[in-house]
């Protein structure tokens, strides 16, 4: 009989040892790194859960980074704008001070406060977060604004603000000081009073007259130019009667003169004296009311209307809006009279409308909307071809959003918009649209730098695009669309924020411009004029710097930057929560138990003991005790 023997290696029992072994070694494993296995293979029926789970995690690692480097722009930008805050405040204040004492270079305090802030506004816009810069919108490689000296002195090719305000000022009072008003006797008894140009954007408008001088026939304002007169017809005018003149000054404000009669010795200031001659002369209270009105008018001209033409000369460097000015036009009324607000669209002869006028089906297009003329009912963008110029208008103003009315004055209209670059105006009836003024389609605007279209500028009558030639003081991106989404980050799977700004908002940019004016601006030391021209400009700077209804405020833009934070914020909140979540099904599926482990362990130890102690007594065995 034979006996094979006992081979180990290949045995049922050598075997269950080795996988004894092999159990133990991946427990101690996973004892000492805390996971299942060191490969997906190993890790379960679970994995695919881990996997996806990681995925997330990830994408929440991203978005965290993402928001935290958004903060960081957004903290440094909220920093900047709670800057131009204090910096308006602290000019505001100033501008608001009534001491109007001058130094030596012809500006108060106030003012040079003024242009010290206006260096730390640029140099606040000027922020950058890296190699970013903050208020350049889209162009993030772009310094914001151009360098505060550069903005106002010029460079060696390019003009500066100075210059620009200096050219206007000269094209609004004219060569003779009298804000391009013409001043004459006709007869002597009479004055009169006519603007030089029609359709001229320089110097003073004339926009109403009134009057309670005894016996005085006063004619107008009318005509084209715009004039007026008073005669006296021989009459002396009573102790306190009074002429008054509205007139309007390019920054759209509204001054009066007012002319009382007097028959005080010596005449009170603001009045003309009535003759006390014997026998009377009314004649010489005429020429007294000639000389009155002339030094009335030199003093609005060289005081509000220089204040006046600073702030204009603001709005024309720094801002987008400009206007369409049509040639002066007439209408069918007999004798014919320039066209008004009042001039119907059509209409027939002799009557107040314009020739040729619009029909029911004709249309004019504002910016890609279309305003159809109709017989009558006119509803939404629709106009009845009987209704009046000022309606038409309207209707476009409405559309542009422009913030300054469009006007007809001396038979003159004016279309104005804050966004030159948009504005485009065309009519399937050129004809009646040349009847307005008109004649080249599409009807743009002169495009922004505004500069004084001819020299010498006291005589000049136009607005043409300096461009070319002025410094352009915004350097950063100013696209379509609104500053907040030239930057936007994705910060969760389905919410994204916006938190970009450019130095061209429009708060920014009205914060700007007037402490550039007041900041700039400078006069005689001892001029006859020059504390009301500072005083003047104080009023509209503080009114300037003093946000109105509807205006954008700094206030504003800090908010939605706010919101953005609080969006990011709620998203992180989210996603810390989804993150605990995400990794306890990690953990659930890849991660092991110590003490379950352990006490594997100790039973895999106790099995094998037991397969040692059998494998020992087996191998032992002799054929003396297996019989």
């Known amino acids: 009989m034979s006996i094979s023997s006992i081979n180990y ?66 903290n440094l930008a909220n920093t900047a704008l709670q800057a131009l805050t204090t910096i308006r405040n602290t000019v505001q204040t100033g501008s608001a001070n009534t001491a109007q004492d001058l130094n030596v270079n012809g500006q108060t305090i106030a003012q040079n406060t003024a242009a010290a802030q206006f260096g730390s506004m640029v140099g606040v816009l000027n922020t950058q977060s890296g190699n970013r810069y903050l208020f350049s919108g889209t162009a993030v490689n772009t310094q914001s604004v151009a360098d505060a000296g550069d903005i106002i002195n010029g460079t060696t090719t390019q003009a500066g603000f100075k210059t620009v305000m200096a050219e206007r000022q000269a094209a609004d009072l004219g060569a003779n000081g009298m804000g391009r008003l013409v001043q004459m006797q006709p007869t002597p008894s009479s004055v009169q009073v006519s603007e030089d140009v029609a359709g001229s954007p320089f110097g003073l408008k004339i926009k109403a007259v009134s009057s309670t001088l005894t016996g005085a026939t006063v004619t107008g304002p009318s005509g084209s130019p715009v004039s007026f007169s008073v005669d006296l017809n021989g009459n002396n005018p009573s102790n306190g009667d009074k002429l008054s003149i509205q007139f309007t000054l390019p920054d759209g404000t509204t001054e009066q003169i007012d002319l009382t009669a007097s028959s005080a010795t010596p005449t009170p200031l603001g009045s003309f004296a009535i003759d006390a001659s014997v026998p009377v002369n009314p004649n010489n209270t005429a020429a007294n009311l000639n000389t009155a009105l002339n030094t009335a008018i030199k003093k609005l001209s060289n005081t509000s209307l220089v204040a006046a033409s ?20 007439t209408n069918q009324a007999a004798p014919a009279a320039p066209i008004s607000g009042a001039t119907a669209l059509s209409g027939t002869s002799p009557s107040d409308s314009i020739s040729p006028g619009f029909a029911a089906g004709d249309t004019i297009t504002v910016n890609g909307t279309t305003l159809s003329f109709v017989a009558s009912g006119a509803t939404g963008n629709q106009i009845n071809v009987t209704d009046s110029i000022q309606t038409l208008l309207s209707k476009i103003d409405a559309i542009t959003g422009t913030s300054k009315p469009s006007t007809v004055h001396g038979g003159a209209i004016t279309i104005n918009t804050d966004d030159a670059a948009s504005l485009s105006i065309t009519s399937s009836n050129p004809a009646a649209l040349g009847s307005l003024g008109f004649s080249a389609t599409p009807v743009t605007a002169t495009q922004p730098p505004l500069r004084v279209g001819s020299s010498p500028a006291s005589s000049a009558t136009t607005l043409v695009n300096g461009s070319a030639t002025t410094v352009k003081w915004y350097l950063g991106n100013d696209g379509p669309g609104s500053a907040r989404s030239t930057a936007v980050a994705r910060v969760d799977d389905s919410v994204t924020v916006q938190y970009g700004a450019q130095a061209d908002e429009d708060a920014i940019r009205r914060q700007l411009q007037a402490i550039a004016v007041f900041g700039t601006f400078s006069t005689s030391p001892t001029g006859q004029y020059s504390g009301g021209q500072v005083s003047a400009l104080s009023l509209r700077v503080t009114q300037a710097l003093t946000s109105q209804p509807g205006q954008q405020r700094i206030e504003d833009i800090q908010t939605d930057i706010a919101m953005a934070q609080n969006t990011m914020k709620d998203a992180s909140t989210r996603q810390t929560q989804a993150k605990a979540q995400l990794q306890s099904i990690v953990d659930q599926a890849e991660s092991a138990s110590p003490d379950q482990v352990a006490s594997e362990i100790l039973a895999l130890q106790n099995a094998l003991q037991a397969s040692y102690q059998v494998t020992s007594n087996l191998a032992q065995l002799s054929l003396v005790k297996f019989l």
Do not use: H
């Open 9 to 74: 290696s290949s045995s049922v029992l050598g075997s269950q040892i080795r996988n004894i072994n092999q159990q133990l070694t991946d427990l101690s494993t996973q004892l000492s790194t805390g996971k299942l296995s060191q490969n997906y293979s190993g890790m379960g029926t679970n994995e695919g859960f881990a996997i996806a789970s990681r995925a997330q995690l990830s994408n929440i690692s991203a978005y965290t980074d993402t928001i935290t480097n958004v903060n960081v722009n957004i």
């Open 310 to 329: 600073a702030v204009t000369a603001g709005d024309n460097f720094f801002n987008t809006a400009s206007s369409a000015i049509g040639t002066p036009k």
